[in-house]
Structure formats: structure tokens, C-alpha cells
């Protein structure tokens, strides 16, 4: 364990700070909200729930890890640049929070009989459905999906893996009924824009 802590301190050290300031903002934010808008569209009514789909939403954290890990261990310039990136999301991401507070509409689960609808009781318990817009779950998840598909330097399955799982994730969210299309739409647009303006600074400071 100390091996690894030596070999991967800088990893560590900003994985802890970029999801710590994320929780901080997100509390922090909480304390100033009042009220919340239901940002459900009718379109979100007629996609049903998919317990099976709370597999791909639950995996968000450790997946995160192990594919900014992966990218640490590739190029570490890139990882100090995606792990700025993904402070500049969640500090947007929180404005739109306190700016417009969001919470979506789910069914009730009041009890599970296997363990997927034990997974999905544990989340809806634990987490939630308010500050919704833009997801943070599709946004950081989006975010290792540019950084690893388009390098080319990145092992092929690996991209492969990322750019299949990443976008499972954002379809989960909506699925379990986590979030609103919309949310996953704010996702799209605030990740891209955030990963392409960077991208240009990179290049500016590399030329």
C-alpha cells in the first residue's frame, strides 16, 4: 500500500480534489436552495424504469477511478489537464445548481427481492433526484470518454471499453430515473464545451 501511495501520490492527491471540492460545492449549494423546479419532460414519462440499468449508474465512482488512473499512467500532462477540466464542470455545474435548482419525478420502490432491485432500493433511499441539471454523473463520465476515444496513443480494447461504458452510464441515469434527458443534454453540452475550449488552450501553450 505504501508502494503504491509513493508510485501514485499525485493521482491520489487529485482524485481526493477534484471529488472532494465536488462534494464540498454540492453541500455548500444545498444550504442556499429553498425550493426546487421538476424539470421532467413528458418524454421522460414514457421511458420506463430499468432496474438492470442501476448496475451501469452504481459503477460511476470506481469506473472514474480506474480510468483517470489509466490515463495518469499514460500521459500525465493529459490527466492534469482533464482533472482541471473536471474541476471547471462541477464549479458550472453548481452555478446552475443555486442559479436553477432541478429535482425529477421517479416511481416508488419501497422494498427488493434480488439484488439489482437491492441496488436500485439503496440508491433511491441514498440519493436524491435533486440539483439534476447538468448531470454530473454524464458529464465527468463523458469527460474520460473524449480524453481516452479520440487518443489514439490509448490501448485500442481500453477505448473501446470506455467508449461503450461511458455512454451506458449517461443512458442509466435516465433508465433509473435518476435524471431527465434534458439533465443528460446539459451534460453533453457542458462537457464538450469545457473538453474543446481546454483542448485549444493545450495546443496554444504547446505551440
Keep these: 500500500m505504501k508502494k503504491f501511495y509513493r508510485e501514485n ?3 491520489i492527491l487529485n482524485m481526493l ?3 472532494g471540492i465536488n462534494a464540498f460545492l454540492y453541500f455548500i449549494v444545498k444550504q442556499f436552495i429553498s425550493g426546487y423546479h421538476l424539470i421532467t419532460l413528458s418524454i ?8 438492470f ?3 451501469f449508474y452504481s459503477i460511476w465512482y470506481p469506473y472514474l ?5 489509466f490515463i495518469y499512467k499514460k500521459d500525465k500532462d493529459k ?3 482533464l ?4 474541476i471547471v464542470c462541477a464549479v458550472i455545474a453548481d452555478l446552475c445548481f443555486i442559479i436553477y435548482p432541478t429535482m425529477v419525478t421517479r416511481p416508488e420502490v419501497n422494498g427488493y427481492n434480488s439484488l439489482i432491485s437491492l441496488m436500485l432500493y439503496i440508491t433511491y433511499m441514498t440519493d436524491i433526484p435533486v440539483n439534476c441539471f447538468p448531470s454530473l454523473h454524464c458529464t465527468f463520465a463523458l469527460l474520460v470518454m473524449y480524453a481516452v476515444t479520440f487518443d489514439k496513443n490509448m490501448n485500442k480494447v481500453f477505448r473501446i ?3 461503450i461504458i461511458s455512454p451506458l452510464i449517461c443512458l442509466s441515469t435516465v433508465l433509473v430515473k435518476q435524471h431527465s434527458i434534458i439533465d443528460v443534454v446539459g451534460a453533453i453540452v457542458l462537457s464538450y464545451i469545457v473538453y474543446v475550449d481546454f483542448k485549444k488552450e493545450d495546443r496554444r501553450k504547446i505551440c
Design 53 to 55: 440499468f442501476i448496475i
Design 79 to 81: 490527466f492534469k489537464s
Design 83 to 86: 482533472i482541471k477540466k473536471s
Design 161 to 163: 471499453l470506455v467508449g
Design 17 to 19: 480534489l477534484v471529488f
Design 44 to 51: 421522460d414519462d414514457k421511458i420506463p424504469l430499468i432496474p
Design 65 to 69: 477511478f480506474v480510468v483517470f488512473y
Design 9 to 11: 501520490k499525485d493521482y
